[in-house]
């Protein structure tokens, strides 16, 4: 799976890894779009637990009537009641799972992010959202933009803002805790609080410097999006164009016809009148 991402976000979290995601309650549907795999949690079937063991019982009275009737038919009855029993839990399990709402498992290893925080959510989120946008305009590109290339830049740029986001939502906690901490009634000239200042001064620098970052990954592929976007409206005007001025020339040279033959007509009508007429007169 080297250079593949896996993102998943539930009603809790966003996940980015470069391994794959596994659900830790409910199902989920995974989207693959080139090196990058979503993992979107599914909606909770909404069945009670009453629901679903009376549509067990159910289908257990089926599969005993089942049993019984391959038993008859020679069949061991041993085996037919060991896969009746285990169709039964494989559906019990399965519908207690799509009842629930889904959760991501959180991953265990150091190359993955975890963003709990809304605003860092969010953030990624809408980068997220771009990204599609700029897959989408690879094919019709795909003789001015490479697909392997482009893909693995947006994923390694989608790798980065992961962790840049990561990072700052940390720097998020630092800064609140050592705001709490400066609500205190201690002189300015407080060895204590000096130190208190100066560190605040250094996290507000790293709060810019990851800001910068972020904005400028954000930046570069809303930037991707546009532009090809914009190509793709430019040759669709320019096609319309194209077509545009063959469908004139064609009625253009439809209408030119009728204008040089009616004349024509006219004199043959006037020159067979007037032979008519001299003929009739010589008569």
């Known amino acids: 799976m080297t250079g593949h991402l896996f993102v998943g976000g539930d009603h809790e979290k966003i996940v980015v890894s470069p391994y794959p995601l596994r659900m830790r309650t409910g199902r989920a549907r995974r989207d693959r779009q080139g090196s990058v795999t979503e993992i979107v949690p599914v909606a909770p079937s909404g069945r009670s637990r009453e629901t679903r063991v009376r549509f067990t019982s159910q289908l257990s009275l089926v599969l005993l009537v089942l049993v019984a009737v391959l038993s008859a038919l020679g069949i061991a009855w041993w085996a037919a009641a060991s896969g ?9 399990v399965q519908q207690a ?5 889904g959760t991501i498992a959180l991953p265990r290893d150091d190359d993955s992010y975890v963003l709990h925080a809304a605003e860092e959510r969010a953030a990624y989120g809408r980068a ?6 700029v897959r989408r305009t690879w094919p019709a590109l795909r003789h001015m933009v490479d697909p392997d290339d482009a893909d ?3 994923t390694a740029a989608l790798r980065e803002l992961a962790a840049i986001m990561a990072r700052r939502q940390q720097i998020r906690r630092l800064r609140e805790e050592l705001g709490a901490a400066s609500l205190h009634d201690l002189p300015a000239d407080s060895p204590a609080v000096q130190a208190l200042a100066e560190q605040r001064l250094r996290v507000e620098g790293l709060w810019r410097s990851t800001a910068a970052a972020a904005n400028r ?8 999006a546009i532009a090809g976007e914009n190509l793709i409206r430019e040759q669709r005007i320019g096609q319309t164009a194209r077509d545009a001025e063959l469908a004139i020339s064609r009625l253009a040279l439809t209408a030119t016809a009728p204008a040089d033959s009616a004349p024509e007509l006219a004199e043959r009508t006037a020159a067979v009148i007037a032979a008519y007429r001299e003929l009739a007169a010589d008569h």
């Open 84 to 92: 009746a029993l285990a169709l039964v839990t494989f559906v019990t």
């Open 97 to 101: 799972r799509a009842a629930r709402e």
């Open 128 to 133: 997220l959202v771009v990204a599609r946008r």
């Open 152 to 154: 693995r830049s947006l």
């Open 217 to 224: 990954i954000l930046a570069g592929i809303n930037a991707a």
